[in-house]
Antibody, heavy 125, light 108 residues
Framework: EVQLLESGGGLVQPGGSLRLSCAAS????????MSWVRQAPGKGPEWVSVISGSGRNIFYADSVKGRFTISRDNVKNTVYLEIKRLRAEDTAMYYC??????????????????WGQGTLVTVSS | EIVMTQSPATLSVSPGERATLSCRASQSVSTNLAWYQQKPGQTPRLLIY???SRATDIPARFSGSGSGTEFTLTISSLQSEDFAVYYC??????????FGQGTKVEIK
């Protein structure tokens, strides 16, 4: 069974930083793209970033480009999201999600299945 | 960026009735369209990908159709566990991949 477990969220002041982690199990981690998707309270999901199986191909949403950094460790089967210069509008549940393939091998878009349980990031003074 | 627009925002349906949800893309996404279900306090769950392919363990009462810019999710006979918010997502080509704002299916 595929399992994704996020951690690292919390209450942060504006301008602060956090590092989110997502530990994966139940599949051959290095052969799949992984994404981060966030959902602000009462809103629809927003795709944030994707990383290919090797880590060489990375994309970001414009809203986070320059502030967020995605990475992965294929030995620890973990994907990370480092977020800096946090703003109030970054307040959201952050989910990691598995793609259907490695975008470096199959250059097509990704749906997300499954999603982790999420980790809540709250930006407030 | 491709904008996804869902309608209606809220759909009131009686148990056992059919529900039809719509999703429109601002430009063609071919059949690169997924649907998700989200219940309160829960994680989104994939229902449909490729516009019409059901994900693993999704009941046959859920069906998807459409291509290009117009898509539909149909729930043929609503069960109590189907009352939730439904989101569409396009994944055409390279990112950004975008979601609609959701349709809430509530009990009439």
């Amino acid at each position: 069974e595929v399992q994704l477990l996020e951690s690292g969220g919390g209450l942060v002041q504006p301008g602060g930083s956090l590092r989110l982690s997502c530990a994966a199990s139940g599949f051959t981690f290095k052969t799949y793209a992984m994404s981060w998707v966030r959902q602000a309270p009462g809103k629809g999901p927003e795709w944030v970033s994707v990383i290919s199986g090797s880590g060489r191909n990375i994309f970001y949403a414009d809203s986070v480009k320059g502030r967020f950094t995605i990475s992965r460790d294929n030995v620890k089967n973990t994907v990370y999201l480092e977020i800096k210069r946090l703003r109030a509008e970054d307040t959201a549940m952050y989910y990691c999600a598995k793609g259907p393939w490695d975008i470096a091998v199959v250059p097509l878009g990704n749906w997300f299945d499954p999603w982790g349980q999420g980790t809540l990031v709250t930006v407030s003074s | 960026e491709i904008v996804m627009t869902q309608s209606p925002a809220t759909l009131s349906v009686s148990p056992g009735e059919r529900a039809t949800l719509s999703c429109r893309a601002s430009q063609s996404v071919s059949t690169n369209l997924a649907w998700y279900q989200q219940k309160p306090g829960q994680t989104p769950r994939l229902l449909i990908y490729g516009a019409s392919s059901r994900a693993t363990d999704i009941p046959a009462r859920f069906s998807g159709s459409g291509s290009g810019t117009e898509f539909t999710l149909t729930i043929s006979s609503l069960q109590s566990e189907d009352f939730a918010v439904y989101y569409c997502q396009q994944y055409n080509g390279w990112p950004p991949w975008t979601f609609g704002q959701g349709t809430k299916v509530e009990i009439k």
